[in-house]
């Protein structure tokens, strides 16, 4: 298997269910910012760990009871 060019890590292939609705609004998203030259599938894969970031940093605490700093 060739190597990658764009420097990335080792990644896994994962397919998910959205709604077309969904993607369409993700793909509105990636062309209206900096990334429109991303693919798809990479600008996902973008939104899911900034979602994530956000997601232990904000709702995890509160999910666990313990107040924000």
């Known amino acids: 298997m060739p190597r990658r060019k ?3 890590g080792n990644t896994e292939t994962l397919r998910i269910r959205i709604s077309p609705e969904l ?4 793909n509105d998203a990636r062309l209206a910012g900096a990334h429109r030259r991303m693919a798809e599938s990479s600008f996902v894969g973008y939104l899911i760990e900034i979602g994530l ?4 940093a904000s709702i995890l605490p509160l999910e666990q ?3 924000n700093p």
């Open 6 to 8: 764009d420097e990335s």
């Open 23 to 26: 993607k369409g609004l993700c």
């Open 53 to 56: 970031e956000k997601y232990r």
């Open 65 to 67: 009871g313990q107040e």
